[in-house]
């Protein structure tokens, strides 16, 4: 005999397909803030690697055959051989390019290396032919908003007019103009007309007309 009472069947129970991640959908741990200085967690394609220089890049390889020694008065540079036997090209490129840098050490090695490299002997003869890539370089350092990086940029000016002598007249021109400009920054006038002395000195007569020819209110020092 039939009761009349209807037994409805359970619907089946449904999986939440989130309820057990899978190995990929796992979160992944999130770098410790050291590992930006540890070079076996360093990604050279990350953007905290994008963030450094050429020349800070190339220092970090060992590009550069010197290191700072720190002195308890000063620093000085060792190299790893006789900067006599290093060839120009690339690496007085190189350290010019440095002296746009603004962080340690790279200020100090740009700067350094630059001025020990042009005293080694046969320095004009190898710098010369380098003038058409430097002189580019060096504007950009005198172009720089950055009182210091424009200070060493003028240093180095001064030091290749040095070694180089008449030979960096051809070129004077396009490094004017930016010295030109900072010489309305009284901070930099005396700096700036010292150095120009110093370029009419090392260059010669026919460097007072070029020197003019961009900055009018030049005296020679001849005169």
């Avoid at 989130?18 to 953007?47: V, Y």
């Avoid at 060839?87 to 100090?108: I, S, V």
């Avoid at 180095?156 to 930016?178: C, E, I, M, R, Y």
Wanted: net charge positive.
């Amino acid at each position: 005999m039939s009761s009349g009472i209807q037994i409805k069947p359970k619907p089946a129970v449904q999986k939440n397909k989130t309820s057990s991640p899978s190995p990929e959908s796992a979160i992944k741990p999130q770098p410790k803030p050291s590992d930006k200085l540890n070079p076996k967690t360093i990604d050279p394609f990350g953007a905290y690697s994008q963030q450094h220089s050429v020349f800070a890049a190339i220092y970090a390889k060992g590009g550069i055959p010197c290191r700072l020694v720190h002195g308890s008065v000063k620093h000085k540079l060792q190299w790893e051989c006789l900067p006599e036997t290093l060839p120009f090209d690339p690496l007085l490129l190189t350290l010019a390019e440095g002296l746009r840098e603004t962080k340690h050490p790279y200020t100090f090695v740009s700067k350094e290396g630059f001025k020990e490299l042009l005293t080694v002997e046969g320095a004009s003869e190898k710098a010369i032919p380098l003038l058409s890539r430097l002189v580019p370089v060096l504007k950009a350092a005198l172009a720089h908003s950055d009182d210091e990086v424009f200070g060493r940029g003028l240093d180095a000016l001064v030091q290749l007019s040095a070694v180089v002598g008449p030979s960096l007249n051809d070129h004077l021109k396009h490094l004017l103009t930016n010295l030109s400009r900072r010489l309305m920054d009284k901070k930099c006038k005396e700096k700036i007309t010292i150095a120009l002395q110093k370029l009419e000195q090392y260059g010669g007569k026919a460097t007072v007309a070029i020197i003019k020819s961009k900055i009018p209110t030049y005296c020679s020092v001849a005169s």
